[in-house]
């Protein structure tokens, strides 16, 4: 019973602990999850839209409410003089106050746009437009964040590699330096051959501890972007590639730099229509309630209530070419686009070229890397042959281990250069694995 209960806690614990380990794309993800650069991205987009409300709100009636009162010092006067129509008819003349000196005025207003030559339906389509460049800022963001949490990792993992490395050769030297030892009691060594061996063996633990150091470091900046130990990331990971035609016509159709240059222009296009919906004829309905005193009959000193609505017209008439000069101007601002659009993608196609032209490199040397490594094995064993028979001096026979462990991690090294390179060939691109 004892025995079955312990195997239940092993095979629990295990299974915990394989659970709590995650994937590289998760931890991209998580990554993503926690940016501020992100979430402030996905603010301005939610921005955008609450000012498209308000655009389509724009378009609607509104009511307003005016509230006026005015003294005035004097009042104005009606004096006409008797007329004398006959020496026994006359027409007795009038005097009478306009209004009175304290004036009310209360009005609840109603306005309606019905013509703006599309100024108002373009703000609507601005407004879709800005949405989509924060959609794409956002993208770009999280893009330039996946590449980096990827290399950071594979960063991490290449220390590691080194790490191994520097131990592999610590302890090949230490096996050595055991042997010398042996030798030196026969005396078929001199002392020297011992100490500077010595001397080499605490040159590596320095190393170790300096590549210790840039390991820390390297888990920090990872658990900085993820939230995620890099010991937590389980399994190998594999990046998913096109070839250097397939990406170039990748970048071109899907980069959402293009896509923003685009929408750049768009708007240029849109804000063209708007200055020349500026000139075209500006019409809306308004209908007024007023209650005052004196109201509508300005001699009669007593409050009253009137409705009073009608129809508003204003265009420009001249404005010495400035539509023209406007034009002008956005149609040069529009070509910079297309110029920096063109630029872009050069730029990227000649990065690419680069990167490709690595990758074959480092896969020319993946190839070479098996066949490196029985080479130096063989040459160190044949350097501690020649050593033991004083034909070979002591550091040539170190130098032989050190390229030996060296040519024994390099396959696992080029390997996750190779991904980083593939990594980076998807980030140019724009081109996301989550």
Same mark, same amino acid.
């Given at each position: 019973? $004892? ?19 995650? @994937?590289?794309?998760?931890?991209? $993800? ?14 301005? $987009? ?41 020496? %026994?008819?006359? /027409? ?28 108002? @339906?373009?703000?609507? $389509? ?14 770009? !963001? ?46 078929? !060594? ?47 990971? *594999? ?16 980069? %959402? ?7 750049? !222009? ?28 004196? *109201? ?14 009608? /129809? ?48 074959? /490199? ?69 081109? @996301?694995?989550?």
């Amino acid at each position: 019973m $004892k025995k079955r209960l312990t195997t239940i806690i092993i095979v629990f614990l295990i299974s915990i602990s394989v659970y709590a380990r995650i @994937s590289l794309k998760e931890a991209v $993800k998580k990554g993503i999850e926690k940016s501020y650069a992100v979430s402030n991205e996905k603010i301005e $987009k939610r921005i955008a839209e609450t000012e498209k409300k308000i655009g389509e709100i724009d378009r609607l009636f509104n009511i307003g409410f005016n509230g006026l009162y005015l003294y005035k010092s004097e009042q104005a006067e009606l004096n006409m003089p008797d007329i004398k129509l006959s020496p %026994t008819m006359t /027409i007795p003349g009038i005097h009478m106050l306009a209004g009175t000196k304290d004036i009310f005025d209360f009005n609840l207003s109603v306005k309606q746009p019905l013509y703006t030559g599309g100024i108002l @339906s373009n703000i609507i $389509k601005l407004s879709d437009i800005k949405g989509l460049q924060q959609e794409n800022q956002r993208k770009l !963001i999280e893009n330039r964040l996946e590449i980096a949490i990827k290399n950071s990792f594979l960063n991490y993992k290449i220390l590691l590699l080194q790490e191994r490395y520097l131990g592999l050769v610590k302890k090949d030297i230490e096996n050595h330096l055991n042997k010398l030892n042996d030798y030196f009691k026969e005396n078929l !060594i001199q002392r020297s051959d011992i100490l500077e061996t010595e001397l080499k063996v605490e040159e590596i633990k320095m190393n170790i501890m300096d590549i210790k150091d840039k390991i820390s470091d390297s888990k920090i900046e990872f658990e900085n972007l993820t939230g995620i130990s890099p010991e937590d990331i389980n399994g190998k990971y *594999g990046e998913n590639i096109l070839n250097f035609k397939e990406s170039v016509n990748y970048l071109k159709k899907n980069h %959402t730099m293009i896509k923003t240059f685009d929408n750049s !222009i768009k708007t240029i296009v849109i804000k063209k229509k708007m200055d020349k919906g500026r000139y075209l004829p500006q019409i809306g309905a308004f209908g007024e309630l007023h209650y005052g005193k004196p *109201g509508i009959n300005f001699f009669k000193n007593s409050w009253s209530l009137y409705f009073q609505g009608g /129809i508003s017209i204003s265009f420009k008439l001249f404005d010495w070419g400035k539509l023209k000069k406007t034009n002008k101007i956005s149609d040069y601002s529009m070509e910079k686009i297309k110029n920096k659009k063109n630029e872009f993608i050069e730029e990227t196609e000649k990065k690419l070229k680069k990167l490709y032209l690595l990758k074959k /490199i480092l896969k020319q040397k993946l190839s070479l890397a098996d066949k490196l490594l029985k080479i130096s094995i063989d040459n160190s064993r044949l350097k501690e042959k020649r050593f033991r028979e004083k034909q070979e001096d002591n550091m040539e026979y170190i130098s032989s281990i050190i390229k030996k462990e060296l040519y024994n991690i390099l396959k696992e090294q080029l390997l996750i250069k190779i991904e980083m390179v593939n990594i980076n060939i998807n980030g140019l691109i724009n081109r @996301s694995q989550l």
